[in-house]
């Protein structure tokens, strides 16, 4: 008998390995230097020029400075740390939150499954930017709370997807045979459930760092989010907006084309990862 020979599968891993290194590649330079912008700039993010605003790129400022004095290429590299920690903060805890609920609902099943999934129906029959600009109106500016709102948002998307793994995963010999030889619930959930239900979750994480970016600058782009003088990339092109009419690019194109480049960045990371898990299904 003949040897079936999947030839689509080698050529699939090979593309998913690209989109993943150069997802990861990107990530890594802007992510390198916002860890090392201080050596990197020569001055501070919020250190006002007193030779003047508005000044255009030069040498004393790489890329100008903004209306407030203020130096665009330090704020640019600062800013990455708070854009990126929020993103990752806010994702993570959302992965925590939501995967803990969707565990319990979709084990447990019965009254605690209809009452967490309620819940999660409601937050989910908002917009999510409408939800992100609700919750961030009411918990106010700050870093702790930005976290808050990236994980409010993206939360009962995980429940959701943990809840459908887990229902059709605790129905397997594997987990019987646990529940038979006296593990506890808990035990059940957490060496047995919890493993292999996490596969889904790895390839949206990225791609949902790259919307929690998106959100995180378009709060701080309406006021809700980071404000000035805090660097933060929305708040940098909320500043620099009116400058572009006059011809002065250098306050937002840049911070609006460093996070493009971040979302990119992560969008390949979750295509390639995504990828990858097809692969293996093949």
């Given amino acids: 008998m003949a040897e079936t020979v999947v030839v689509g599968a080698p050529r699939a891993g090979r593309f998913a390995n690209v989109l993943i290194v150069t997802g ?42 903004d209306s407030n004095g203020m130096d665009v290429w330090s704020r640019l590299l600062h800013a990455g740390r708070l854009d990126l920690g929020i993103a990752v903060a806010g994702v993570a805890f959302a992965v925590v939150l939501g995967t803990t609920l ?12 209809d009452v967490l999934m309620r819940i999660v129906d409601i937050f989910q029959a908002f ?8 919750v961030a109106a009411l918990l106010g500016n700050g870093t ?5 709102v990236i994980a409010a948002v993206n939360a009962p998307a995980y429940a959701r997807l943990i809840r459908a793994e887990v229902r ?12 038979t030889s006296g593990a506890s619930t808990l035990g ?5 459930v919890l493993p292999n239900s ?7 994480a990225p791609l949902n760092c790259g919307w929690a970016m998106l959100t995180l600058a378009g709060l701080s782009f309406l006021g809700l989010g980071v404000t ?16 572009v009419v006059a011809g002065r690019w250098w306050t937002s194109i840049p911070p609006g084309l460093l996070l493009l480049t971040c979302v990119l960045g992560f969008s390949l990371l979750g295509e390639g990862l995504q990828e990858r898990a097809d692969a293996k299904r093949r």
């Fill in 24 to 65: 990861a590649v990107i990530l890594a330079v802007v992510g390198l230097a916002a860890i090392f912008a201080p050596l990197l700039s020569n001055w501070g993010p919020t250190e006002i020029d007193p030779a003047g605003s508005l000044t255009p790129p030069g040498d004393g400022h790489l890329l100008g400075t």
């Fill in 102 to 113: 969707g565990l319990v609902a979709g084990y447990l099943g019965g009254w605690v499954d």
């Fill in 127 to 134: 917009p999510t930017f409408i939800l992100a600009l609700a």
């Fill in 144 to 148: 702790v709370n930005l976290i808050m």
């Fill in 168 to 179: 059709s995963i605790r129905e397997l010999p594997f987990v019987d045979a646990s529940v």
């Fill in 188 to 192: 059940v959930l957490w060496r047995h």
């Fill in 198 to 204: 996490l596969t889904p979750v790895r390839v949206i």
């Fill in 228 to 243: 000035v003088p805090t660097a933060e990339w929305g708040a940098m092109i909320s500043l620099g907006s009116p400058d």
